[in-house]
DNA sequence: GCCAACGTTGGC
DNA sequence: GCCAACGTTGGC
């Protein structure tokens, strides 16, 4: 079992939207990076707790733990002709892209980046680190236990 | 909206 | 396969 860190953008998809759907379950499309691809297509479990990040917004954090809810599969907005997630060079018959579904397990209140930063345990955190970009990121099962045990409340 | 950092592209 | 140019990310 691993753990994850997943950034979505509120605009796109929120805490909240991830409640609002069907199953609470979202499908993680639109990753075109390649080492985020390989985390979901190599990587990922069902069951794999994830972090829910609310990034590019007014106040980024984890809002939520999810976890992993499907293996990966090709992105179906790859082949959408109309999607700003179109891929010209992938075909069904060789897809490029794939995702992963996520299920939302509870929202929390929310964890600041500021938060975050606050704590030795997590300064060695991914998604911290100066100049990452990464939009999925590995959690260290100490950080995500921290986080868990001292970070979310009930 | 700024801009540092990073990934990708493409000419050579 | 180098690397300059360009595009994107995301905190601030």
Redesign the pocket.
Known sequence: MRYWLM?S?PGDCSIDDLASFPGQTVAWY?V????ARNFMRDQMRIGDGVLF??????E??IAGIARVSSTAYPDATQFDKLSKYFDV?ATPETPRWFNVDVQLVKKIALI???EL?RHPALERMR?L???????ITPVDPAEWNFILQNLVGD
């Not at 990040?53 to 007014?58: A, F, L, P, Q």
Request: charged share 30%.
């Open positions: 950034k953008e639109g075109r990076n390649y080492q990040y609310h990034s590019n917004c007014k980024p954090g060079k600041s980046i500021e930063r998604t680190q100066r100049g990452n970009r990464l939009s």
